[in-house]
């Protein structure tokens, strides 16, 4: 299709009977002649099977692509049928982004604070070792604890409000200008526990100013806590 030929940069007359090896690197056509393989041989389609192209004017570009075996009326192979799209933008998205979180997590780990990254959907990417040894929670475990079960009722309300109204004022503030916004909530330990932390939200930025992931930083404030609770408590 014409959109096939705008990818590769080639026009039809010249794509048509290439060669995948003649827009590859080696390894990439290794990658490819395995995958049109197994799908000849399992006769199962490939679905997000993602590689790289040399475009006829010499860029790269990464691919994301369907295969499926195409087959006459007695079920005998007759040639393959395939989908692609352009998905270099992602992936370049993504390279910033682990570049920036594991630039974030090199200072995280020697820090005492607690912190966390997590994408835009909230689902926790990150946590220092600081958090694991609070908490008690693997960041594995933490992956797949909803945040009503980490959070008491009334912070998980809180939060769930916070992140309503505030993240998206966050995302409207221009790049050039901060857009911290800080929370206090408790926590519930793996053990039982409930601590008081407070936490500054902040947002990781590729270098366009697309967002792209929340980082959380936090300290623990029981005694603070425990201090307002006895004041009230004695002007009552």
Known sequence: SDSVCQIHGYPKEELMGMNHRQYTDKETAKKV??????????????????????????????????????????????????????????KRTEELLKESESRYRLLADHMRDQVWIMPLDLKV???????????????????????????????????????????????AVPPIRSSNRFLEFEFRC???????????????????GKPLSILSEGRIINDRKQIEYDLRASES
Request: charged share 25%.
């Open 33 to 90: 002649f395995h995958a049109f393989n197994k799908v000849y041989n399992t006769r199962t389609p490939l679905r997000g099977f993602d590689c790289q192209i040399i475009r006829k004017d010499g860029a790269k570009r990464y691919i994301e692509a369907s295969v499926s075996l195409q087959e006459d009326s007695k079920g005998k192979p007759t040639g393959f049928r395939g989908l692609i799209r352009d998905i270099t933008e992602r």
């Open 125 to 171: 990417t990150y946590i220092s070792p600081s958090v694991e040894k609070l908490l008690g929670y693997t960041l594995d475990e933490l992956k797949h604890l909803p945040l009503n079960k980490l959070l008491p009722a009334s912070s998980y309300r809180a939060a769930m409000n916070f992140f309503s109204v505030e993240m998206p004022q966050a995302l």
């Open 190 to 208: 793996k053990d039982g526990r409930i601590i008081w932390m407070e936490s500054t939200f902040s947002l990781i930025r590729d270098e366009n």
